[in-house]
């Protein structure tokens, strides 16, 4: 039956994609989009909030090589929505987001739900737009589409008003045309005279390094990044979610030397990542002042950013590498030439890794951040070997997300999604969700992951398990999505690592830390209620600063809550662990249980010193004490807390 409905016609247009899956939270009138949608053998996942349903798609679109569509109500559904948008941005990942919107002819009258959804999107999306009429809604959404997923993917925005999608075309004669699938994004490749300087520049290297970013992931180049590093002998470093594009376990990997890498490399090619804050803007101290920086990316506009002395290459990642080869010929990289990789990079490793295990070996109670964390990996690498890549890690939380990156190993690309380029926490739950439908699908609905889309490497087949590793503080953005987890019936494995604080908690013990909630709710506030008759004409002499506040801090959360409560309510799993043998044994359990597991890991308060975010060293400041050692312990050299609100434990 031919579509005559607004709704109709943006359901087969989406199926004409090849839309598979649509996440979102329905309202009127997009509702009768979904419905549609639904009728035509699209997936729908309902959330429980915007924000979650808004990483899921983005994370999906990193996930497939597709771009995740997020729908949601006009208004407010837009506005809790454009987290993900932000987010899609910022990480290239491609996303579509559909938006409700008010009656055209009720637009500056005070519509319900109005709002101006293409200014205030068009400055963050590749594409915002509404479409003229019923005719054009097939158009728009190839475009948007499109958008979305070629070039540097990002976000684009479709305003779609209730008069239209509740709107019926006049006649059969008035049907769009049929929306042809669009062919996977065209892939550049560098030129001769680039690739000549820089396979000569490389031929120079006395210490050379490859940083290998989540760019190189996305654009499946695992295979040709492989054969680079086999042939040339290069060290290489994985940024957080470049890991698994070449197994950690490999004797060139640098993780666990980061600090040392970055101070010591000469010529460093970057692929797929980034000169941002998280490689330190590539400046001294952190890196070399002499280091020459080879950039490799799929955006033209990222090219020279924080090197302009450098190479910069305008190319799609699994293309540019044999062509490189082809240049380098027969070339590899002597260790013979300085103590780079024999005696520095070596020795850092050896230090680093043994100041890891014993911090992983504490056998203290309360457990610490370390200990706990190190427990289920042992576990799970026990039930699943890393080798055989079938279990996906989403982590966030400034503690529980800077140790895992090191404590859990990955072999496969793409089985470790993190906080990402904004740092923003909250996107955990809405991943795993999104991790769970990529690989494993939905019902009958295979996984498009495990197919990828003119890819060169694929993830190793095999159902995956999803294990969410979540600070408290991180758990709380998204914590009701557990319901959306149980509904759709998905087996997903979260640790909540609950130390009752950001960053760092308050107490050890409950009976202290009631004294300090006492102190907090009995404390008298400074301002007055009562009005001033007479005002004084010179400002108040503040009181001096005072140390001795023993009420909640800023960063303070309820002491030990129960988040395993949210799976029971679901019937789901619900596990508490507070020492190594019962974190054991609860992990062991939460792997196999077919349903939602929350496992609420209690660990001690941790240290409640002044908060440092080490990413942020300035280029002329003279690294932390002790900093160096950090970086190779957590690959993201966090210390003891991370500032901003998009750094949360």
Same mark, same amino acid.
């Given at each position: ?39 035509? +053998? ?34 407010? +559904? ?75 993917? +990002? ?13 019926? $075309? ?141 190479? #910069? ?53 309360? !457990? ?11 576990? $799970? ?43 923003? *926490? ?53 914590? *009701? ?87 029971? !309510? ?48 300035? #280029? ?30």
């Amino acid at each position: 039956m031919a579509p005559s409905t607004g709704a109709q016609i943006i359901a087969r247009s989406l199926r004409d994609l090849g839309v598979t899956v649509i996440f979102g939270i329905v309202g009127i009138p997009v509702v009768e989009i979904a419905e549609e949608a639904i009728n035509l +053998g699209i997936k729908f996942i309902g959330f429980r909030n915007e924000q979650a349903a808004g990483y899921a798609a983005s994370a999906y679109g990193y996930l497939t090589g597709r771009p995740g569509v997020c729908l949601v109500v006009g208004g407010p +559904g837009v506005l809790h929505a454009i987290p993900g948008v932000g987010n899609s941005s910022i990480n290239a990942f491609p996303l579509l987001l559909l938006g409700g919107s008010a009656e055209t002819h009720f637009i500056s009258k005070g519509a319900f739900q109005e709002l101006d959804a293409i200014s205030l999107l068009t400055p963050h999306t590749k594409l915002a737009l509404r479409p003229s009429s019923l005719e054009t809604i097939p158009e728009a959404l190839q475009s948007a589409y499109r958008q979305a997923w070629y070039g540097r993917p +990002g976000a684009s925005f479709i305003d779609l008003p209730a008069d239209m999608i509740q709107g019926h $075309l006049a006649s059969t004669t008035d049907l769009p045309r049929t929306i042809i699938l669009i062919p996977p994004p065209p892939k550049p490749s560098a030129d001769e005279p680039t690739l000549f300087k820089t396979a000569q520049l490389l031929k120079t290297a006395r210490s050379p390094l490859i940083v290998i970013g989540k760019g190189a992931a996305y654009a499946r180049a695992s295979n040709p990044i492989q054969t680079l590093i086999s042939r040339c002998k290069i060290p290489f470093l994985p940024t957080p979610m470049g890991k698994g594009v070449l197994p950690d376990s490999h004797p060139l990997n640098t993780a666990s030397a980061r600090s040392t890498a970055l101070k010591e490399a000469d010529i460093v090619l970057l692929l797929g990542a980034r000169l941002n804050w998280i490689l330190h803007f590539g400046s001294p101290p952190k890196w070399s002042p002499h280091a020459k920086f080879i950039q490799v990316d799929i955006a033209a506009e990222e090219l020279g950013n924080n090197n302009e002395d450098g190479i #910069s290459i305008q190319a799609d990642i699994a293309t540019f590498i044999p062509q490189l080869l082809s240049h380098l010929q027969n070339w590899s990289y002597n260790p013979s030439t300085s103590p780079y990789t024999s005696s520095h990079l070596l020795a850092a490793k050896e230090k680093n890794l043994a100041a890891a295990a014993q911090k992983a070996a504490d056998s203290s109670l309360p !457990m610490t951040h370390s200990a706990a964390l190190a427990a289920i990996e042992r576990t $799970l690498s026990s039930l699943s070997p890393p080798d055989e890549g079938n279990i996906v890690y989403v982590s966030e939380g400034a503690n529980t997300m800077d140790l895992s990156r090191s404590i859990f190993p990955v072999s496969h690309p793409r089985l470790r999604l993190d906080a990402g380029t904004h740092a923003t *926490m909250g996107v955990g739950l809405g991943y795993a969700i999104a991790a769970h439908i990529a690989y494993n699908g939905i019902g009958s609905q295979p996984g498009e992951a495990m197919v990828g889309v003119g890819g060169v490497d694929a993830v190793r087949g095999g159902r995956k398990k999803i294990v969410c590793l979540e600070g408290d503080s991180a758990f709380g953005f998204s914590g *009701m999505e557990v319901e959306t987890m149980a509904r759709y019936n998905m087996d997903v494995l979260i640790f909540v690592i609950n130390n009752g604080g950001v960053y760092h908690g308050d107490a050890d013990d409950e009976t202290s830390w009631t004294e300090l909630q006492r102190s907090t709710l009995s404390s008298p506030s400074s301002p007055s209620s009562s009005p001033i008759i007479n005002p004084p004409t010179s400002p108040p002499t503040p009181p001096p600063p005072s140390n001795n506040n023993k009420g909640l801090r800023s960063t303070s959360l309820s002491f030990q809550t129960r988040y395993q409560a949210l799976a029971s !309510m679901v019937n789901g799993l619900a596990l508490e662990a507070r020492t190594p043998q019962q974190l054991h044994h609860a992990t062991e359990k939460g792997y196999r249980s077919e349903k939602v597991c929350v496992v609420n890991v209690i660990v001690g308060k941790g240290e409640g010193g002044k908060l440092e975010f080490g990413w942020q060293a300035s #280029s002329v400041k003279k690294p932390l004490r002790g900093e160096g050692d950090r970086e190779g312990e957590r690959e993201g050299e966090m210390g003891k807390g991370r500032g901003g609100r998009g750094a949360r434990l």
